[in-house]
């Protein structure tokens, strides 16, 4: 099919400005800057996006569809649906499915699924554990969109806690490493502590506390340390305090920097006092924390300090959902929303207490397509170009 997209706004690299956009099989053709002409119809149809923005595809970088082995509570149809359906063009899968994603063969069988499946661009991270190295090791970069290394409780058998697994993995990686940053022992340690305080009657309004602060910071440095000792290229996810944001640069291009950063969505929506109301549905790992690191992570949206703004997005039933708060899986669902709702946070006009700044619509399409398309290095996606 071909078309003219005319009268849009562009948001794209930095600006917003009025122009036409051609596209003639699949491809952009032209984009032609609004001067009062517009390109000749012959043959294409044509969509007046007058007062509407033209964005390129936001690009999620940690989503989990549950596919497969865990399809009852989605797939990777159903949930690359919702993501085509909120904008979002591509996403990168989590290996914590059933079983988890720890040889070549089975990452091959989940790239065969989506081909058959998907509604979105996709790829998908090799999992690592404490006796996969080798296999991890054989990850094809150019096919492959990370490696993803649990330094804290997961899924199966995907907690890498051995440090020579860890130390030979940010040594020998032939590709970024993605992180989950959480240290297990001060985790078990509160648990007790809570257990041990509530019996069975613990209220989710503890989970900040079980999954602190001070479990995100021990382990997100130590992937730092590692990083910047081996030269490993290095993100790491799910960004959910203020202490961490020290540990990321926002003076270099993001195309040079080694170690990068991810937050998401809900971290900017929600803060500890929305535990009260919403229990178990606003339960994720790491925990959302307080306002102070709530607005600490939209100040580092809005400086540079983290790159992409991602959802975690992780669906459970109800009924899971439901159950008492040691039981009840941590996740939820937001793909869907992910765009309208980082647009929202813009055009709210809301502030960054630390710096009077607020978060742009042009700052919104760079986390949430333009650095997934750079950091991943991605081919002609997350930008609007010929």
């Known amino acids: 099919m071909n078309y003219i997209i005319k009268n849009a706004t562009l948001v794209n690299e930095g600006k917003s400005f009025l122009a036409s956009v051609v596209i003639s099989e699949g491809l952009i053709k032209e984009i032609i800057p609004d001067n009062g002409q517009h390109p000749a119809s012959n043959g294409y149809e044509v969509i007046d996006a007058e007062g509407l923005l033209l964005l390129p595809g936001a690009i999620d970088d940690q989503v989990h569809f549950r596919d497969p082995g865990l399809t009852h509570k989605g797939d990777i149809a159903s949930e690359s649906r919702a993501a085509v359906a909120g904008g979002v063009t591509s996403f990168m899968d989590m290996p914590n499915t059933v079983p988890n994603t720890l040889t070549q063969q089975l990452l091959q069988d989940k790239y065969d699924i989506a081909a058959e499946k998907s509604m979105a661009n996709y790829?998908?991270?090799?999992?690592?554990?404490?006796?996969?190295?080798?296999?991890?090791?054989?990850?094809?970069?150019?096919d492959v969109c990370g490696i993803k290394v649990f330094m804290g409780s997961s899924t199966g058998n995907m907690l890498v806690n051995n440090s020579h697994t860890l130390q030979r993995l940010f040594q020998e990686a032939p590709c970024l490493i993605a992180t989950h940053c959480e240290d297990e022992d001060i985790i078990r340690r509160n648990m007790e502590i809570f257990k041990n305080k509530y019996g069975n009657e613990v209220p989710t309004s503890v989970h900040p506390l079980v999954r602190s602060a001070e479990a995100c910071y021990k382990t997100s440095s130590q992937a730092a340390e590692l990083a910047s000792k081996y030269g490993t290229q290095l993100h790491i996810l799910h960004l959910s305090t203020a202490k961490e944001v020290g540990l990321f640069r926002n003076d270099i291009p993001l195309k040079d920097k080694k170690i990068t950063a991810e937050t998401c969505l809900h971290y900017l929506l929600f803060d500890d006092r929305d535990y009260e109301k919403k229990a178990n549905?606003?339960?994720?790992?790491?925990?959302?924390?307080?306002?102070?690191?709530?607005?600490?992570?939209?100040?580092?949206?809005?400086?540079?300090?983290?790159?992409?703004?991602?959802?975690?997005?992780?669906?459970?039933?109800f009924e899971e959902k439901s159950k008492p708060y040691f039981s009840a899986p941590s996740g939820?669902?937001?793909?869907?929303?992910?765009?309208?709702?980082?647009?929202?946070?813009?055009?709210?006009?809301?502030?960054s207490v630390i710096s009077n700044q607020s978060l742009s619509i042009e700052k919104v399409v760079d986390l949430l397509s333009h650095n997934p398309a750079i950091l991943y290095k991605i081919d002609r996606r997350g930008f609007i170009r010929e």
């Open 123 to 142: 790829s998908f991270y090799m999992g690592a554990s404490n006796d996969n190295i080798d296999e991890v090791l054989k990850t094809n970069p150019k």
């Open 281 to 317: 549905f606003l339960k994720c790992n790491p925990a959302i924390k307080t306002e102070s690191d709530k607005l600490a992570l939209i100040q580092a949206c809005i400086d540079g300090h983290i790159d992409i703004l991602a959802t975690d997005h992780a669906p459970h039933t």
């Open 332 to 351: 939820g669902t937001s793909i869907q929303h992910l765009l309208l709702a980082a647009l929202e946070l813009a055009f709210s006009g809301q502030q």
